[in-house]
């Protein structure tokens, strides 16, 4: 794996790992600044949901650190290739549902990691 394609999974799975953390730990302190426009009222009522969502973006974050320990190349590129498409899967839908801003978030981070990962991949095999 090229080291801009481990670059880019490592800044993806700290992202994730920080949304978890902010969904997690900090939905009622931090979250009525980050997402001033929901009701202030509504973030402890959604405090139980915000940490189920915080716990699946830890499994994204898990799952592309984990793909950075593979030592055997074809897995590797397996394991972040289907992390790295779940995130990029959940970008489209956070952007369809939640706020078009997660395109650049989530959406074109994971897009990146792929194409980097896949050429880094096709080089080896040549």
């Known amino acids: 794996m090229s080291l801009a394609a481990k670059i880019v999974i490592g800044l993806i799975a700290a992202l994730h790992f920080y949304i978890a953390w902010f969904e997690i730990f900090a939905w009622t302190s ?3 600044i980050v997402f001033s426009s929901f009701p ?6 959604t405090k139980v949901l915000a ?6 973006n830890a499994f994204l974050a898990a799952g592309l ?6 030592k ?7 394991v972040a290739t289907c992390f790295l498409l779940m995130v990029f899967v959940a970008g489209i ?3 369809l549902t939640a706020s078009p801003k997660i395109v650049l978030v989530q ?18 095999t040549q």
């Open 30 to 32: 931090r979250g009525p």
């Open 51 to 56: 940490a189920n969502q915080g716990l699946y």
């Open 40 to 45: 202030k009222d509504l973030f402890e009522p």
């Open 93 to 95: 839908f956070g952007a």
């Open 65 to 70: 650190t984990w793909s950075l320990f593979i």
């Open 72 to 78: 055997d190349s074809t897995w590797h590129c397996r």
């Open 107 to 124: 959406t074109v981070p994971a897009l990146v990691g792929l194409v980097l990962l896949h050429f880094a991949a096709k080089k080896t």
